[in-house]
Antibody, heavy 121, light 108 residues
Framework: QLQLQESGPGLVKSSETLSLTCTVS??????????WGWIRQPPGKGLEWIGS???????YYNPFPTSRASLSVDRSKNQFSLTLSSVTAADTAIYYC?????????????WGQGILVTVSS | EIVLTQSPGTLSLSPGESATLSCRAS???????LAWYQQKPGQAPRLLIY???SRATDIPDRFSGSGSGSDFTLTINRLEPEDSAVYYC?????????FGGGTKVEIK
């Protein structure tokens, strides 16, 4: 059974860089039809897609919330990562990693449990 | 980007009743590429419906989706206490992927 697990610091200082990793288990990150994404949810608010990537390294980003995001993949560790530079309080959110099948323009059928990241001043 | 507007904001219903949730898009959603998720407190979203009307794996048939173009509906029949959650729609017909603001369903 495919499982995803986010990891990283729960507290980041304003203006610094947020770095999160998603570890995939129960399947390979190189599964031919799988795309891997990040979605965030500010406390008490709705969901926002940040971006997705394919194991080859091809990336797709949402330009609207921020252009500060960067996604990468480590196939040897079955992990993919999110970095978000120059964070502010507005980046405080639960960050989820998730999988979509057959492309990045898809729905998400597997989700991690989420990790709360708080940006402090 | 396509903006999704969900209504109502909150639904308060009794067990056994039916819930009708609306998701309206600012422009037509390509090929009815519209999904619905259920999110309970402290949990990640769970996929319910994709392609506007196809149920995801292990989703009971009490949940059904319909609609096309820019108007979509999630119907939950025979409400159970466990259905208490926030429900989100998501369009995946065009980039960026976008989600609605959510409808909270409360079971009395």
């Amino acid at each position: 059974q495919l499982q995803l697990q986010e990891s990283g610091p729960g507290l980041v200082k304003s203006s610094e860089t947020l770095s999160l990793t998603c570890t995939v288990s129960g399947g390979s990150i190189t599964m031919s039809s799988s795309y891997w994404g990040w979605i965030r949810q500010p406390p008490g608010k709705g969901l926002e897609w940040i971006g997705s990537l394919y194991y080859s390294g091809t990336t797709y980003y949402n330009p609207f919330p921020t252009s500060r995001a960067s996604l990468s993949v480590d196939r040897s560790k079955n992990q993919f990562s999110l970095t978000l530079s120059s964070v502010t309080a507005a980046d405080t959110a639960i960050y989820y990693c998730a999988r979509s099948d057959l492309g990045f323009l898809r729905f998400f059928d597997h989700w991690g449990q989420g990790i709360l990241v708080t940006v402090s001043s | 980007e396509i903006v999704l507007t969900q209504s109502p904001g909150t639904l308060s219903l009794s067990p056994g009743e039916s819930a009708t949730l609306s998701c309206r898009a600012s422009q037509s959603v390509t090929s009815s590429y519209l999904a619905w998720y259920q999110q309970k407190p402290g949990q990640a979203p769970r996929l319910l419906i994709y392609g506007a009307s196809s149920r995801a794996t292990d989703i009971p048939d009490r949940f059904s989706g319909s609609g096309s173009g820019s108007d979509f509906t999630l119907t939950i029949n025979r409400l159970e206490p466990e259905d208490s959650a926030v429900y989100y729609c998501q369009q995946y017909g065009s980039s960026p992927l976008t989600f609605g603001g959510g409808t909270k369903v409360e079971i009395k």
